[in-house]
């Protein structure tokens, strides 16, 4: 017989044995969450070892990713395909067992986590999409969709500024089955954090409409219990159930200090945890007893067995929404898309107006959203700037299985929330804001590409262009930095069909984010031959060419491309011959192959010019070190875009002053 606290025991054990193995580790968060863990997975957590994916599990998150060894501990126990070698493993290369969560790396692991508090927006995200899902999918007698999402966060995760925008918004959408834990050790790295962090925990979360359940001994099986069960009662509020807990319990020196918190124990220290716990085992030895009592492989069939029963019977009461869920889990597009979309964008090369490009963005929506059901957007309070919402957007707030989510201004909650939306399944979720306002998103943005989410960052008032709100709303460096994160596939298109162009690639792309950067000025429309049309998909393409022997080659993006095919059809004018490339995402051209890069830039050409309102230097990769840039050195200033063109040299005048200087060296 074992009891509970043996249990609890195993994961403590199995966490410090780790992290004297690897000698780098946070041991102190799995020693005082062990207890509350236990009571979670082994009592309410619906979810199924043998099969990580099953639709209808229950998410489990771990915010406080430090303490990853708590986790997979858990999935060792429970049954998941990570064996004892993997714990053996932890913080080595190329194992299973990383130093915080990896989603795709680990079974079982749902998201990445690690920078504090934004695993708990990832949470708002699940429950979001739970909430939305039951609401669209789930019929009388047929509860498909219904699971719950459960949170652990540190004081870290607290402090950090991103859980105030995205428990406020859960509070207020009300997502009652969000059951998060606070780890309440007052212990952070620097010490106690009552010299740091004095808020009222409790107030602070009633005010965002939350259920708060206080002063829970967090390493009292039957007060945890307890609180769990007070916790799903509550289907209106999300809970925070603040359990008091002492960080590294079970060692007699290092217990309730911060030097239990991010590093390995000494020798000596470990043997005195092993007697204090009364764990007699050898490292990493679980006994049999221990592992029959925490399999929950069984118990996991089970649960999906019945609910492919309830699917089964679902499919013949309502075959076409079963169809519809399942082609929504399984990331598959309409079998009209391709037909539809391409026909939307054949048409709108007939069409020749000059349209701002968050406006063309807005008319991709237009089109796409009643093709894609599953497409849920929003904005950072932006909503008429941005241009997101399109005539079938329907916000949640109203009608929960909606498709469009104010986020209020909250930046870098609202792209964390959406993370969790998309690792969730059945949506691919775009946001917005302002391009310069994705710095306050930028881990986020980091985060999805890291997890090669399917997420669409919408990033209007893209240059100096944007005129009069000045240097701190006027973006420099945002899209050279966006193009260098990895698996982030950035769009500057120059028009309405390179804008929908974008927007059909992101949403087909299935291995990582899609950044459309988009204009607030109205910019010209070109025309464009089939194969042109053809070749936009490649990142970059050859949208003028005075067919002759290369002297010269122009590169640009968005605003800048109609100033730059001015001056090369004047420059082409005075006896040169000139090509003018249009590259709308430098991510995709440069995964081409060697030959098409060629015939786009070819090498014999060392004359060449790229011209960008943003950061001139990330252009030097294509036009050389003997090539010109014209771009951005400074910041902007307040005036109107064409004055600020004028002033930082966007025009054609200087493009054909460039490259006269160029042509004559």
Not at 82 to 104: A, M
Request: aromatic share 10%; charged share 20%; hydrophobic share 35%.
């Amino acid at each position: 017989m074992c009891s509970r606290r043996e249990l609890a025991n195993a994961i403590r054990m199995l966490s410090v044995d780790a992290i004297q193995n690897a000698q780098s580790g946070h041991p102190g968060m799995p020693m005082g969450m062990a207890d509350i863990a236990e009571v979670l997975w082994r009592d309410f957590f619906k979810h199924n070892p043998t099969n990580p994916h099953w639709n209808d599990r229950d998410r489990f998150i771990l915010s406080n990713g430090h303490g990853s060894m708590l986790l997979y501990s858990l999935l060792h126990l429970t049954g998941y395909q990570l064996s004892i070698e993997d714990i053996k493993n932890f913080r080595q290369l190329y194992s299973k067992t990383p130093g915080h969560p990896e989603n795709g790396d680990t079974p079982g692991i749902e998201t990445t986590t690690g920078p504090l508090g934004q695993g708990l927006a990832n949470a708002v995200g699940m429950a979001i999409s739970e909430k939305n899902l039951s609401s669209y999918f789930n019929r009388i007698n047929f509860n498909i969709v219904n699971h719950y999402t459960w949170v652990f966060v540190g004081d870290g995760c607290l402090m950090e500024g991103i859980s105030h925008e995205s428990c406020s918004l859960a509070g207020t959408l009300k997502l009652g089955k969000l059951i998060v834990f606070y780890d309440h050790n007052g212990i952070s790295i620097d010490g106690h954090v009552s010299q740091w962090f004095t808020d009222d925990t409790k107030k602070r979360f009633e005010s965002y409409n939350w259920h708060v359940i206080d002063n829970v001994n967090g390493h009292d099986s039957e007060s945890i219990k307890k609180s769990i069960q007070e916790a799903k009662n509550n289907k209106d509020q999300p809970s925070l159930i603040i359990c008091n807990t002492i960080i590294g319990f079970g060692s007699p020196n290092k217990s309730g200090t911060a030097e239990s918190h991010g590093s390995p124990f000494e020798n000596k220290e470990v043997k005195l945890i092993r007697d204090n716990l009364h764990w007699t085992y050898s490292p990493f030895e679980i006994p049999n007893k221990i592992y029959k009592k925490w399999d929950f492989k069984s118990e996991g069939l089970e649960y999906e067995r019945k609910w492919n029963v309830m699917f089964s019977r679902y499919k013949l009461e309502y075959p076409i929404l079963a169809k519809e869920y399942i082609r929504r889990f399984q990331q598959e597009l309409p079998h009209n898309w391709k037909e539809e979309s391409n026909n939307f964008i054949i048409n709108l090369q007939r069409n020749s107006s000059n349209i701002a490009t968050r406006k063309a963005s807005q008319n991709a929506l237009e089109n796409f959203q009643p093709l894609l059901p599953e497409l849920i957007g929003g904005s950072a309070d932006l909503a008429p700037s941005n241009l997101t919402v399109c005539s079938s957007s329907v916000a949640i707030n109203k009608n929960i299985a909606g498709n469009y989510i104010h986020y209020g201004v909250r930046e870098f909650g609202m792209t964390a929330i959406a993370n969790g939306i998309a690792q969730h399944g059945g949506f691919i979720p775009y946001t917005a804001t302002f391009l310069i306002f994705s710095e306050y998103a930028c881990n986020a943005v980091r985060m999805a590409a890291l997890m090669k989410t399917k997420h669409i960052f919408v990033y209007t008032h893209d240059s100096i262009g944007l005129g009069e709100d000045g240097p701190t709303h006027q973006p420099i460096e945002q899209i050279a930095h966006l193009r260098m994160i990895p698996n982030i596939t950035v769009w500057r298109p120059s028009d309405q069909v390179e804008t929908a162009i974008a927007w059909k690639m992101g949403i087909e792309k299935q291995n990582g984010p899609t950044a459309l950067i988009l204009s607030r000025q109205n910019l010209h429309q070109f025309n464009r031959s089939s194969q042109q049309l053809k070749d936009i998909s490649y990142g970059a393409y050859i949208l003028y060419d005075s067919n002759k022997s290369l002297d010269i080659i122009l590169i640009s993006t968005g605003s800048e491309l109609y100033i730059t095919l001015s001056a090369a059809q004047e420059i082409t004018s005075l006896g040169y011959s000139v090509r003018v490339v249009s590259m709308p995402s430098t991510n995709i051209f440069d995964k081409q192959d060697p030959a098409y890069k060629e015939h786009i830039l070819p090498s014999s050409v060392k004359k060449r010019i790229a011209i960008e309102a943003s950061i001139e230097d990330f252009w030097y990769k294509y036009v050389g070190l003997e090539g010109v840039v014209i771009g951005m050195k400074t910041f902007g200033q307040s005036g109107t875009a064409e004055d600020l063109f004028q002033k930082f040299g966007f025009t054609k005048e200087n493009i054909i002053k460039k490259a006269q200087f160029l042509l004559n060296t």
